[in-house]
């Protein structure tokens, strides 16, 4: 914070919504497949089950922290 205040610095404290969004870009392709392994992946990654089974099992705050440490913001999901 201290190091912000510089007009200098290369970094800028900017206060706006406390709000941090993030989204995990799946490959649904069949385009590009290497393996059996890649092919199932895939497969699996289409199904809405299991996309919604890892947005229940990600750890939000945790996810939160290792981008920004402190109380700063508040976690949100940005639709899948």
Known sequence: MK????KDS???AKFG????AWRINL???TIGVNDDIDRELRSLFREKSFRLALS???DRHAIGQSIARGPFAYPTREGF
């Open 3 to 6: 190091q912000s205040r510089s």
């Open 10 to 12: 290369p970094v800028q």
């Open 56 to 58: 229940h099992a990600l």
């Open 27 to 29: 490959n649904y392709s």
């Open 17 to 20: 919504p406390r709000t941090q």
